[in-house]
Nanobody, 125 residues
Framework: QVQVVESGGGSVQAGGSLRLSCAATGRAGVSFAMGWFRQAPGKEREFVARISWNGDNTYYSDSVKGRFTISRDGARNTVYLQMNSLRPEDTAVYYC??????????????????YGQGTQVTVSS
């Protein structure tokens, strides 16, 4: 059974940085595409970033492009989200997701197969 576990959330002032980590375990020999999503209070969940199974391709939402960087530990199913120049509007629960069967390059939550429980990020002004 695949488990996805996030870590690294917390509270920071505007302009600060945080680094989220995520590990997907339970499927030996398989490299997943991995993604990050977030959901702010009272808002719909939104795509943040995605990285291909080998790290060659990365995708970002317009709202985080240039501030956030997604990376992974080679073909291992460990990914990171480096978040710089954080803004109060980045406050949300951040979810990590892993895609084994879904269509490649999709930004849709439903295109992923395994999901973490989420980690809170709070940015104060």
């Amino acid at each position: 059974q695949v488990q996805v576990v996030e870590s690294g959330g917390g509270s920071v002032q505007a302009g600060g940085s945080l680094r989220l980590s995520c590990a997907a375990t339970g499927r030996a020999g398989v490299s997943f595409a991995m993604g990050w999503f977030r959901q702010a209070p009272g808002k719909e969940r939104e795509f943040v970033a995605r990285i291909s199974w080998n790290g060659d391709n990365t995708y970002y939402s317009d709202s985080v492009k240039g501030r956030f960087t997604i990376s992974r530990d080679g073909a291992r199913n460990t990914v990171y989200l480096q978040m710089n120049s954080l803004r109060p509007e980045d406050t949300a629960v951040y979810y990590c997701a892993a895609a084994e069967f879904g269509p490649p390059g999709s930004f849709n939550w439903a295109a992923f197969d395994y999901y973490g429980q989420g980690t809170q990020v709070t940015v104060s002004s």
